[in-house]
């Protein structure tokens, strides 16, 4: 652990197991339905499979960009984030799904910008959290602009209402 990319390490090994893991789980727990379904046990976990190497694509390429960037973008995305989880509110702009209005469908593709607000509120948390602890901010100082924004973006994904991802 004494390396300095250990913890890295450790972490993208967790995440491959997991992943890994919940594969094996849908594989199991779809079998039965995808026969059913779809005449194949492997219906549904296929298209898991594939998601899940699309987003290791995704994650390889996020670990492309540099630091600063995004720390410098990480409001902006946010603020981003939270206008959309605003527009998709609004009928018509917004696609009501299993008594969720969450989605937007863009050429055929479901987006859903609360798990983007997710990342973004993690991603300008954590800048803010290290700004603020370079300049031996207090605990207050450090959490007024942050809880603010997390009950905002909770706010709006009740207001879906999707309380999975609340």
């Known amino acids: 652990m004494a390396r300095p990319l250990a913890s890295f390490h450790?972490?993208?090994t967790i995440a491959v197991l997991l992943t890994v893991l919940g594969l094996v789980m849908v594989l199991s727990s779809s079998s039965v339905g995808?026969?059913?379904?779809?005449?194949?046990?492997?219906?549904?976990?296929?298209?898991?499979l594939v998601?899940?190497?699309?987003?290791?694509?995704?994650f390889y390429i996020a670990l492309q960009i540099p630091v600063r960037?995004?720390?410098?973008?990480?409001?902006?995305?946010?603020?981003a984030s939270v206008a959309a989880l605003v527009l998709?509110?609004?009928?018509?702009?917004?696609?009501?799904?299993?008594?969720?209005?969450?989605?937007?469908?863009?050429?055929?593709?479901?987006?859903?910008?609360?798990?983007?607000?997710?990342?973004t509120l993690a991603l300008w948390g954590a800048h803010l959290l290290a700004s603020r602890r370079a300049e031996n901010s207090t605990l207050k100082e450090m959490l007024v602009p942050l809880l603010p924004a997390a009950l905002v973006v909770t706010g709006?994904?009740?207001?879906?209402?999707?309380?999975?991802t609340t």
């Open 51 to 58: 998601f899940a190497a699309i987003g290791m694509v995704i």
């Open 69 to 79: 960037l995004l720390r410098k973008y990480s409001f902006v995305a946010f603020a």
């Open 156 to 164: 709006l994904i009740v207001l879906q209402p999707d309380l999975g």
């Open 34 to 48: 995808a026969v059913v379904s779809v005449g194949s046990a492997y219906g549904l976990f296929t298209s898991q």
């Open 88 to 119: 998709v509110l609004i009928p018509g702009i917004g696609t009501l799904s299993q008594g969720t209005r969450g989605w937007f469908v863009v050429f055929g593709v479901s987006l859903q910008p609360s798990e983007v607000a997710k990342i």
């Open 10 to 12: 450790l972490v993208v």
